[in-house]
């Protein structure tokens, strides 16, 4: 806790208007990581954060001697990905990532590791046969689709899976569907199941050259077995931001538990064109004036802060973003009961329970937990009509009726309502951009970029927010 000691120390009082070269709002994992990358391009950068602490829902914190984070959480594409480019550049210590194992899927009192390749899709019995035949028609299909032209991230899971699934396998994809985009088979784009591993800024082209790339990666989803690079940080998430906190360099200013409340963008848009800039940023404390503002806060509230002098279209979207709510469940227990070296997929077709996915974290690092007992999370998503108490009761009920031994073993229970991502990857739905239509200003986060999720996802929008902000002059 060292760390946000001198983060602290670093508030001051009301103050004249201070000139920065970059004001980034919000220091969740995007505005932190976006902080460092800029500083040390050289430039004056203020981070403002509303809440007494950095990190957003990407933190690890103390509850009866257990380490909870934020939600459990696999970091992915550590090899080559985007947080792996922003750490090999910027950061100056870097955390220790140890393997996650498996995923395994646990449904209808059945168990199996998650089917990476056709060789394990064929022998998932949790399924039924016919169905993994007909599904295998689908990938067949899809590869169709993409040599005919068509554009993956307009076609949704529902259009191209069979119509004659049975409930089982229904409940799988809705599963996945869910968990990797926060919204139904109705909605989710089959692109996202098909995400290319490179990063490359292609502003012109982004459309235009996607089906090429669909062919290696159906390939690789057909062929290429279990990501290797998928990994938890040792020391809870936390550890992530605590590097970026140690790595940011002098010409930093952090202020904490200080609100933007207001974006003065000045100027029209005039035929099209670009005219618009932010001149100033307005917190409940102070003023700054700024060249290039960063904002990772909520897409929703966008609008307001910039007091509605935003086009019209670039507002409506923003306010059709939808966001899931979750709710994690940790649970420390009396001796360790989960020995699998991995995360547990729960797929429930009983209307009563609910899907959930679970990590016992302090199986990848036992400092977790007090010695000999285990911590293990549980992320559920909530139903737009359920309120958070019957959720929590749903969710305990899902958790006892699957696993009744639990229930005896239990000495700590933690609840977290979070959103964990500010956008969810949904076709029928609006989604933000790095890029706005007022000159300098650029939005980073989990609603800006469709790529990935999570952390990923954020590390990718931050990567484009500096190819950005090169290409429009406003960095070196
Ligand atoms: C249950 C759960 C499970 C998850 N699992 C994974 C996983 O397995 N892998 C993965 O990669 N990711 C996972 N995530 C997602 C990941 O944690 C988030 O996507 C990421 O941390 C979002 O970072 P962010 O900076 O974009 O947003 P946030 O963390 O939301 O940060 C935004 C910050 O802006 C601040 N802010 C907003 N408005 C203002 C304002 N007006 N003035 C000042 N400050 C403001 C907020 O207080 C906040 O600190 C999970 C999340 C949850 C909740």
Excluded at 113 to 139: C, G, N, Q, V, Y
């Amino acid at each position: 806790m060292d760390l946000f000691y001198g983060i602290s120390n670093q508030i001051k009082g009301p103050q004249l208007s201070k000139n920065f070269d970059v004001v980034i709002v919000g220091a969740g994992i995007s505005g932190l990581l976006s902080a460092l990358a800029l500083s040390k391009e050289g430039k004056n950068v203020v981070l403002i954060e509303k809440d007494n602490y950095v990190g957003g829902v990407c933190r690890t914190y103390d509850v009866d001697g257990y380490r909870v984070d934020t939600g459990p959480h696999i970091i992915t594409r550590l090899d080559s990905g985007p947080l792996k480019i922003l750490m090999d550049r910027y950061f100056d210590v870097v955390p220790k990532f140890v393997p996650i194992g498996k995923y395994y899927v646990r449904m209808n009192g059945g168990g199996k590791p998650f089917p990476w390749s056709i060789r394990e899709w064929m022998t998932f019995d949790l399924l039924p046969i016919e169905d993994r035949s007909l599904m295998m028609k689908t990938a067949f299909d899809l590869m169709y689709m993409v040599s005919a032209g068509r554009d993956l991230s307009e076609v949704t899971i529902d259009e191209v899976v069979p119509s004659n699934l049975s409930k089982t396998t229904i409940a799988f994809l809705d599963y996945l569907s869910y968990f990797m985009l926060g919204t139904s088979t109705a909605n989710a784009p089959v692109a996202r199941f098909l995400d290319r591993k490179e990063y490359k800024l292609d502003r012109a082209n982004e459309k235009s050259s996607i089906s090429i790339p669909y062919v290696g990666r159906l390939y690789n989803l057909l062929i290429g077995g279990r990501p290797n690079d998928q990994m938890y940080p040792r020391g809870g998430i936390q550890r992530i931001v605590d590097s970026i906190i140690v790595s940011l360099p002098k010409n930093v200013e952090v202020k904490l538990s200080e609100e933007v409340v207001s974006i003065d963008v000045e100027g029209v848009r005039d035929g099209g064109q670009k005219a618009q800039e932010v001149e100033r940023v307005t917190t409940d404390r102070d003023e700054y004036e700024c060249s290039t503002l960063i904002y990772s806060g909520s897409p929703h509230d966008l609008p307001g802060l910039t007091g509605g002098n935003l086009p019209v279209d670039y507002v409506e979207n923003l306010r059709n973003v939808e966001q899931v709510d979750s709710l994690t469940v940790w649970l420390g227990l009396d001796g360790e009961t989960f020995t699998q070296p991995g995360s547990e997929m729960w797929v429930s077709t009983d209307p009563s329970y609910h899907h959930t996915w679970l990590i016992p974290t302090s199986n990848y690092d036992p400092h977790l937990a007090p010695k000999g007992k285990q911590l293990v999370g549980f992320a559920f998503i909530v139903p737009k009509d359920v309120d958070p108490e019957e959720m929590r009761r749903r969710a305990m009920n899902t958790i006892f009726t699957t696993m009744p031994e639990l229930e005896g073993r239990v000495e700590m229970v933690h609840y977290q309502e979070l959103v964990p991502e500010k956008a969810c990857w949904s076709i029928n739905s609006g989604f933000g951009d790095v890029e706005t239509p007022v000159d300098n200003l650029y939005c980073v986060g989990s609603s800006t970029i469709k790529r990935s999720m999570g952390l990923t996802r954020s590390a990718y929008s931050v990567l484009r927010m500096l190819d950005l902000m090169k290409l429009d002059g406003n960095q070196k």
